[in-house]
């Protein structure tokens, strides 16, 4: 017998899985389950007696998503690419809002569990950071604010097709075998040369965004930043992770204490709730 996690919708585990269950169930399936709730280190768990599968169940009610609607951020995600100057709008533009591409950018996690491992994550990472971007362009001197927007907005999205949703996030063979900074670096590439138009400096100056958004080889940045424009994405990034990684570790936490009730994988450390 094996615990068996729930949804980070609700959190908490499940334990005591019959073996008759355990030969079966898999990863993100839906089930109806028999048990008894009881509470250890003032956490939910439930002992469970018997299971069976949902047919047909609506995944949406099942996964975690984030405060804002897919609807409102879409319109932020138009706006500010409407302000973006040229040619880092018509670039950006021919990318994020073709229609497939669109519903799935808008749709995937930021990641698998550290920070917006949640419906709709990446964007409203995406987003986050564009704000921010806008905001050290005014407040740096000599910062090519239409650059770090439009690298803010593209930098993650190959995760579009580095995670795979099936009832929960798993690394997709295209996640695994290419990773989503190489995946948007070659879209970009793509498009560009579609375009034709793009000058050479800017399709290079936005890729080596992408490529350098982790920071460090050992964090799997292909190159680590070397414009001004990339040293501020590098740290956006870190930001805006480890601020709502932080808020996502607390409000998963079902513990009453002030302090969570299990350290932060990100942070490495419980945190303080208040």
């Not at 018997?50 to 984030?66: I, K, L, V």
């Not at 704000?131 to 740096?140: C, E, F, Q």
Request: aromatic share 8%; with cysteine.
């Amino acid at each position: 017998m094996h615990p068996c996690r729930q949804n980070r919708a609700s959190g908490g585990v499940f334990w005591d899985v019959p073996t008759a269950v355990d030969n079966w169930i898999k990863a993100g399936q839906v089930l109806f389950i028999t048990g008894k709730v009881s509470r250890y280190k003032d956490s939910l768990q439930v002992g469970i007696t018997d299971a069976y599968p949902q047919p047909n169940p609506d995944m949406g009610e099942f996964m975690a998503t984030g405060a804002r609607s897919t609807t409102e951020m879409v319109a932020e995600l138009r706006a500010l690419i409407d302000g973006l100057g040229e040619p880092y709008g018509r670039l950006t533009r021919t990318i994020l809002l073709e229609d497939k591409f669109l519903t799935q950018f808008s749709n995937a996690p930021a990641a698998k569990n550290m920070h917006h491992a949640y419906i709709g994550g990446l964007l409203d990472h995406s987003l986050s950071m564009a704000r921010l971007g806008a905001h050290m362009a005014s407040h740096y001197p000599k910062v090519n604010q239409d650059l770090l927007v439009a690298g803010a907005l593209l930098h993650d999205m190959g995760k579009v097709y580095e995670y795979a949703f099936d009832g929960s996030f798993e690394f997709s063979d295209d996640g695994r075998l290419v990773g989503h900074i190489v995946r948007a670096a070659v879209i970009v590439e793509q498009t560009a040369a579609k375009l034709g138009d793009i000058p050479p400096r800017v399709v290079q100056d936005v890729v080596h965004l992408i490529l350098s958004h982790h920071g460090n080889l050992e964090w799997g940045a292909p190159v680590v930043p070397k414009t001004l424009e990339a040293v501020i994405l590098h740290q956006l990034d870190l930001l805006d992770s480890r601020v709502q990684g932080f808020y996502d570790h607390v409000n998963n936490d079902n513990s009453e204490g002030e302090w969570t009730s299990k350290e932060s994988p990100m942070h490495r450390t419980y945190l303080r709730k208040g």
